[in-house]
Nanobody, 125 residues
């Protein structure tokens, strides 16, 4: 049973923007940490952005101010706004929820126990 449902991926040119959405059944209250991960072909899954119950967030070093993470709790939705996209941002993007000891983007994906099926982001040069 799919717990998290991502949407908003697509193909854009470098410099463009995308807004990813993750609909969830209240995991912002059921888990201490929610966030976005990505995985490109042949690479390990890496943290993009995470947010804890107190609204504190953390980004991967590669983000460099280009992305924002937010949530609309009334609609049980987590967002990832991505601006100034680069070809190296091309990957499958996953929404996740979990109870890691520390909620930061460098937290291992293994610490998250609930995952969506992913949405593909392709950035062309």
């Amino acid at each position: 049973q799919v717990q998290l449902v991502e949407s908003g991926g697509g193909s854009v040119q470098a410099g463009g923007s995308l807004r990813l959405s993750c609909e969830h059944p209240g995991y912002n209250n059921r888990r201490t940490c929610m966030g976005w991960f990505r995985q490109a072909p042949g690479k390990e899954r890496e943290g993009v952005a995470v947010i804890d119950r107190d609204g504190r967030f953390s980004f991967g070093d590669f983000v460099k101010g280009r992305f924002t993470i937010s949530q609309e709790n009334a609609k049980n939705t987590l967002f990832l706004q991505m601006n100034n996209l680069k070809p190296e941002d091309t990957a499958m993007y996953y929404c996740a929820a979990g109870d890691p000891l520390v909620c930061i983007a460098k937290t291992s994906p293994a610490r998250f126990d609930v995952w969506g099926q992913g949405t593909q982001v392709t950035v062309t040069s």
